[in-house]
């Protein structure tokens, strides 16, 4: 019924008529070890919070309520999910950024993509985001090249990664 509960409410979030991709439930299952439990939280940033995190990013917030994923697992967390909602060029594309305890960026799914879906980035280019630890992704980010017809999604996607890195930093890392 939670399940049943939090797709609800997950497919409310995202804008009508979106194109849906995959489920962060699922993608976040199947990035972290069998039997992890996955939960979701939504997260209300406080103006300093949210200050710090623009300055980090150098990127501006779209809002101050971001969903967060949590894998944890014989009360060990492993990692958590950052659900990163970004106007691309006139519609939405909703990332999840997978990012483990120990501060890396696990692996970057588009869970959901208005735009057409030509310009969504290929599974190569957004493979280049695995494995980028936080204190070295501004340097991963600015060697990351362009898509030639997505640009802006390449974009958002690489504004999304620092968002969630800042994020993560500043809200989540140690807890």
Do not use: H
């Amino acid at each position: 019924m939670k399940q049943l509960l939090a797709y609800y409410l997950f497919f409310l979030a995202l804008p009508l008529g979106a194109n849906v991709i995959a489920s962060p439930l699922e993608v976040m299952s199947k990035n972290f070890e069998a039997g992890a439990t996955v939960t979701e939280n939504n997260v209300l940033l406080t103006q300093a919070q949210a200050a710090n995190i623009e300055q980090n990013s150098k990127t501006k917030l779209e809002s101050k309520i971001i969903r967060v994923f949590k894998a944890a697992k014989n009360n060990k967390i492993l990692g958590f999910g950052v659900l990163v909602n970004k106007k691309i060029r006139s519609k939405n594309g909703v990332v999840l950024y997978i990012i483990s305890s120990d501060s890396v960026l696990k692996s970057v799914e588009i869970v959901a993509f208005n735009e057409p879906a030509e310009y969504i980035p290929s599974k190569k280019w957004i493979s280049q985001f695995n494995e980028i630890k936080s204190e070295k992704i501004d340097e991963a980010s600015k060697n990351i090249p362009t898509i030639t017809g997505a640009t802006l999604s390449a974009k958002s996607i690489i504004d999304g990664s620092r968002v969630a890195f800042a994020l993560y930093n500043e809200v989540l890392k140690g807890k």
